[in-house]
């Protein structure tokens, strides 16, 4: 996956933009790409995280400080910088609703020719539902199901 920002890739891309879980983790740890997500969403007001993206980098973050990649005190850190970020409003929440399951349900049943986990499904359904322009996600399968629904994706997974 390229990641290029909004600039190089010649046209500003549609808000709101929903986060997910692998783009929500690169805001609060330094990863690969980390730098020019950050710088592209700067600003920017319309940015929608999901209470289900909170809690999958979360879980992330126990994982690495449990295999010994961080340390705990550093995730627990992390965690309540996620959560403060947050609680302040520097991003739209979208709730997960019973009508999000139902759609992410359907998603599921859906003759698309990407098979989504539910997961990703569930980020889809949340996008969908907010009116999202956008899906920020390093996930590729996540990246082409939302393309197959008609929404742009950062970066482009496309080669």
Known sequence: MTI???EASGAPLVGPLYCDASALA??????????????????R??????????TEVTSALARRARGGELPLG????????ILGT?????????????????DAERLLLAAEPTP????????????LGAGAGTVLTFDR?????????SLAVWPDPRP
């Open 4 to 6: 290029a920002s909004e």
């Open 26 to 43: 690169k805001l609060f740890l330094p990863e690969d790409g980390s730098d020019v997500l950050n710088s592209f969403i700067a600003g």
């Open 45 to 54: 007001d319309d940015v929608l995280v999901s209470d289900l993206a909170v």
């Open 74 to 81: 550093q995730a627990r850190r992390v965690y309540r910088r």
């Open 86 to 102: 947050v609680a302040e409003g520097a991003f739209r929440r979208v709730d997960l609703l019973g009508s999000s399951h139902r």
């Open 116 to 127: 989504l986990r539910a997961g990703d499904a569930l980020h889809l359904a949340l996008a």
């Open 141 to 149: 399968t996540l990246a082409r199901a939302a393309l197959a629904q």
